[in-house]
Nanobody, 123 residues
C-alpha cells in the first residue's frame, strides 16, 4: 500500500523559513517524479515545485522561484521543500505527490498524494 506523509508545516512570520518533508512507503521511490502542490482556502490546488526521479532536474512555479528549493533523498524515500522568504500568500495546505510523468505540473500527472501539511504565514 502506497503511503505519503507530509510534515514540517506550522506557523511562521513573513520573511521566515520552513522545511517540509514528505516520507513515502510502498512504492519504488526512485521511479517516481515528485511534486509539491498547495491549496489555499477557497482556491484550487496549484503547482509549486517538481523534481525528477534522479533529482537532477527541478521545476518551480514562478511565484516561488528563487525562494523555495525542492530536493529528494532516494536512499530515504523522502522529498523535501525548503521554503525561505515566506510571504502571506504562501499560506496554504501543502501536498506532496508521486507520479510517473516527468516534472508534472498538473495534478492529473500524479498517482499518489499525501494528506497535506498546513503552512500559515503571519504578518
Amino acid at each position: 500500500q502506497v503511503h505519503l506523509a507530509e510534515s514540517g508545516g506550522g506557523l511562521v512570520q513573513a520573511g521566515g523559513s520552513l522545511r517540509l518533508s514528505c516520507a513515502t512507503s510502498g512504492l519504488t521511490f526512485s521511479r517516481y517524479s515528485m511534486g509539491w502542490f498547495r491549496q489555499a482556502p477557497g482556491k484550487e490546488r496549484e503547482f509549486v515545485a517538481a523534481i525528477s526521479r534522479s533529482g537532477g532536474d527541478t521545476l518551480y512555479a514562478d511565484s516561488v522561484k528563487g525562494r523555495f528549493t525542492i530536493s529528494r533523498d532516494n536512499g530515504k524515500n523522502t522529498v523535501n521543500l525548503q521554503m525561505t522568504s515566506l510571504k502571506l500568500e504562501d499560506t496554504a495546505t501543502y501536498f506532496c505527490g508521486a507520479g510517473r510523468a516527468y516534472l508534472g505540473t498538473r495534478m492529473s500527472f500524479y498517482d499518489y498524494w499525501g494528506q497535506g501539511t498546513q503552512v500559515t504565514v503571519s504578518s
